[in-house]
């Protein structure tokens, strides 16, 4: 199976899939028979992803940029204007708050996360501002997210727009959509070419009609939450308590090995001088029905982790979940179950050690 995303943070598994994610989202001629929507999820070449609310949170002032670059893994201070990146914030134990996206602005940062952690990572921010020139303020109910996927995206987009839709990892641009003002983010979380277009939640309706007027297929909520859960991805449900930045495999994406101090900073780099962690965000293929949240990942009889999203996946042999996964359920040779299926590893982040302590 190929799973799309950053190609190091795949490791090799004993039986690999039969498929590709990549055939989720493909040119196709004609709509599915079978969807009245005309939708079909293993066949469309471009489609609107309507993701309700994500977190918005708005930090300003002549300080917000150095401010916010002490409590993130991500470097902020080589931010271009309309530049972004990924970035997790940590407590000072260096356990994940939040994993965000963050844009540099003209008058600060817009950090994008889920909209559950949006609250949490705000007050943990305000927390720690006691006279420096900067203004915190979540705007996630103002706002409104939805998302253009497939491998048509860009020239889709760039048609519309009459030019060039942003190019690199998190790079961002204000633009109109018909007569509606957005924000469109640059994103692999549903495959390479993905573009979050946020609005006023005003102006969701317009830009609906907008989209629809085009032609734009509206994909199935739960075919983008496959492409989230096989790409690996982490939404916040995926990140438990006491969790580690380099269990989630995005540290290539989000974590700043040369940036000066932060919060967290001593666990990160300890992690980073032993070479491992002992669990990881792991893809894994049940054969069997999408188990429920909190189901128990056992290896030979023995819990190894807790199931946090799945969904159907035919071409996996029935499901596809995400887990955070021991060391022990990582290795090769071993039976894993989950609930009364027989489950497999597709793929997880690179830091896992199968037979050495990490931090914990």
């Not at 066949?43 to 940029?65: K, P, Q």
């Not at 409590?71 to 407590?91: H, N, P």
């Not at 009459?162 to 640059?186: F, N």
Request: with cysteine; hydrophobic share 45%; proline share 7%.
């Amino acid at each position: 199976m190929v799973i799309l995303g950053n190609p190091r943070d795949i490791q090799p598994v004993s039986h690999p899939a039969q498929s590709s994610i990549h055939a989720m989202l493909k040119p196709t001629g004609s709509p599915s028979p079978t969807d009245p929507s005309g939708v079909d999820p293993l066949g469309i070449s471009v489609a609107w992803a309507d993701l309700g609310h994500r977190g918005v949170i708005f930090a300003t002032g002549e300080d917000a940029l150095q401010f916010v670059d002490k409590f993130t893994t991500a470097s902020l201070a080589t931010l271009a204007d309309q530049g972004g990146t990924e970035g997790f914030f940590a407590d000072a134990r260096g356990w994940v708050i939040a994993l965000a996206t963050l844009l540099r602005t003209t008058d600060g940062l817009w950090i994008d996360c889920d909209a559950e952690v949006a609250a949490a990572l705000r007050d943990h921010l305000e927390h720690y501002h006691i006279r420096e020139r900067v203004a915190f303020r979540d705007a996630s109910a103002d706002h409104a997210c939805g998302a253009i996927v497939g491998p048509h995206a860009r020239a889709w987009l760039e048609q519309r727009l009459g030019s060039a839709a942003p190019a690199g990892a998190c790079d961002h641009a204000r633009r109109r959509l018909g007569d509606v003002d957005v924000m469109i983010i640059r994103i692999d979380w549903f495959g390479p070419e993905a573009f979050l277009v946020q609005s006023a939640a005003s102006a969701r309706p317009a830009l609906r009609g907008w989209l629809t007027a085009e032609g734009l297929a509206t994909a199935r909520a739960g075919d983008v939450e496959a492409l989230r859960i096989e790409g690996r991805y982490p939404a916040a449900r995926d990140i438990p308590p006491k969790t580690l930045p380099q269990e989630l495999g995005r540290t290539a994406q989000a974590i700043s090995f040369t940036k000066g101090c932060y919060l967290g900073q001593e666990t990160v780099a300890r992690i980073d001088a032993l070479g491992h962690v002992n669990r990881a965000l792991a893809l894994v293929a049940v054969n069997g029905p999408p188990p429920p949240p909190a189901a128990e990942l056992t290896c030979d009889g023995e819990p190894a982790g807790t199931i946090t999203s799945s969904c159907a996946a035919p071409r996996l042999g029935g499901a596809a979940c995400l887990a955070i996964v021991h060391r022990r359920g990582l290795a090769t040779g071993v039976h894993l179950r989950v609930l009364d299926h027989a489950a497999r590893i597709v793929g997880a982040a690179p830091h896992a050690a199968e037979n050495q302590e990490g931090p914990r």
